[in-house]
């Protein structure tokens, strides 16, 4: 079946007419590192408020702003040392900080949700800082998915929620990383509090700055930044984690020894585990099974990660 959303590939000229589409206030979903992302122009209310119809999002969840650098971040967000040492060692990657909103930013109230902190993001993903360099705006830029459903890593699972919605895809293939983007947020006194975890290992950045551990998180506050709902990443039907014998009517996620309809990794890697987890929960959905079990997954770093959003996915 034809898409009703121009899908092409992501080419110089593509970005550039990608680079057109933004600038007359519209949606452009393209990949970055992590998951593909649904850009719009950030200083655009209009434009922004489109992310937010296409979405189904509530508005009381913002949004990442992508930036080409940490001078560029400067002009939208403040930086004191506890949050540039960290952008300096990682971007372009996939860490967002969070960090007070410059009084005079200049961008769409909704992209902060009404928050004083603004949460930014360098990307690395070869498409989008191409991208950035055409345009004199930065980029909110959530997950190019219908809110709460499975994240897209290709451009096919963009289609899936999205086809008719937005005004273009950018198709580069899947992604190579696979989670979400890392989120620290900086607080005033310089502390570091992990809103998500990612494929960036907070503690051993903090301790690589500060000699320590990182502090305890002090709990659930507002949200300040995506993926922080407790339902979030979900199939549309019942997941069942820690599975060790799954049942005749389960689609099942498999992972190391533990076979499955879809392996993570069959050899326990978990950088594959990452890179293959929003697939697997894609053809989870499009399943005929009506429930979906998933093996057991190490919380040894990206590990972490995973098993977040496998705990959103499965609370419904």
Not at 50 to 78: C, E, M, S, T, W
Request: hydrophobic residues 45%; charged residues 20%.
């Amino acid at each position: 079946m034809s898409s009703k959303t121009p899908t092409i590939p992501a080419t110089s000229e593509a970005v550039a007419r990608a680079a057109d589409v933004l600038r007359e206030g519209g949606l452009v979903a393209l990949p970055t590192e992590t998951v593909y992302g649904l850009a719009a122009r950030a200083d655009g209310a209009e434009a922004v408020a489109g992310i937010y119809r296409a979405k189904g999002r509530p508005d009381f969840n913002p949004l990442i702003v992508h930036v080409r650098d940490l001078d560029h971040a400067r002009q939208y967000g403040l930086f004191p040392d506890a949050a540039a040492n960290p952008a300096l060692a990682i971007w372009p990657g996939p860490l967002t900080i969070v960090v007070p909103l410059r009084e005079i930013a200049g961008l769409a109230p909704a992209v902060t949700a009404g928050l004083p902190t603004i949460a930014l993001r360098a990307p690395a993903h070869p498409a989008i800082r191409e991208l950035l360099q055409h345009v004199d705006f930065p980029l909110a830029a959530p997950s190019a998915n219908r809110s709460g459903f499975i994240s897209p890593t290709t451009a096919q699972h963009v289609l899936a929620s999205l086809d008719g919605r937005i005004d273009l895809v950018l198709d580069s293939g899947a992604t190579s990383g696979g989670i979400e983007s890392t989120i620290l947020a900086v607080r005033d006194d310089g502390r570091w509090e992990q809103l998500r975890p990612g494929p960036v290992d907070l503690d051993a950045l903090h301790r690589e700055f500060f000699g320590t551990a990182m502090p305890p998180s002090r709990g659930k506050g507002a949200v300040e930044a995506p993926g922080q709902l407790t339902s979030h990443y979900a199939p549309g039907k019942p997941v069942r984690l820690n599975m060790r014998q799954p049942e005749a009517d389960e689609f099942v996620i498999g992972f190391g020894a533990v076979a499955g309809d879809c392996s993570l990794s069959a050899s326990g890697d978990l950088l594959e585990a990452a890179s293959k987890l929003y697939d697997c929960l894609h053809q989870a959905a499009a399943s005929a099974k009506p429930r979906v079990a998933v093996a057991p997954v190490p919380v040894a770093g990206i590990g972490a990660a995973i098993n977040d959003r496998l705990e959103r996915a499965a609370a419904v």
